[in-house]
Nanobody, 127 residues
Framework: QVQLVESGGGLVQAGGSLRLSCAAS????????MGWFRQVPGKEREFVAA????????LYADSVKGRFTVSRDNANNTVTLRMNTLKPEDTAVYYC????????????????????WGQGTQVTVSS
């Protein structure tokens, strides 16, 4: 089992920045991809970004590319999502997720391929 705990959400004005962190514990050696998803009530969960744990390669949704940066700290089993130039449409609950069997580009985007999820943290961007 892997446990994930997010932190860092909050309220920010449009154009501002926030940093989300996700701390992983337990069988972290089984993780090969860490991802961030977000969800607005009434809408489907949306892929935001992901990072391959071993080599640090990253992937972003088009909607956040150039504004968000995902990084990892292997020593501390932590992944961070740095969000800049935030927009009201970025408002959502953000979830950290971990996968042990993702090997294709398409799988990164599919929440069903992730095995473990955090509890979520609210990000609200005011206009």
């Amino acid at each position: 089992q892997v446990q994930l705990v997010e932190s860092g959400g909050g309220l920010v004005q449009a154009g501002g920045s926030l940093r989300l962190s996700c701390a992983a514990s337990g069988r972290t050696f089984s993780i090969n991809v860490m991802g961030w998803f977000r969800q607005v009530p009434g809408k489907e969960r949306e892929f935001v970004a992901a990072i391959r744990w071993s080599v640090g390669s990253t992937l972003y949704a088009d909607s956040v590319k150039g504004r968000f940066t995902v990084s990892r700290d292997n020593a501390n089993n932590t992944v961070t999502l740095r969000m800049n130039t935030l927009k009201p449409e970025d408002t959502a609950v953000y979830y950290c997720a971990a996968a042990s069997q993702i090997y294709s580009r398409e799988a990164y985007y599919d929440g069903r391929r992730y095995d473990y999820w955090g509890q979520g943290t609210q990000v609200t961007v005011s206009s």
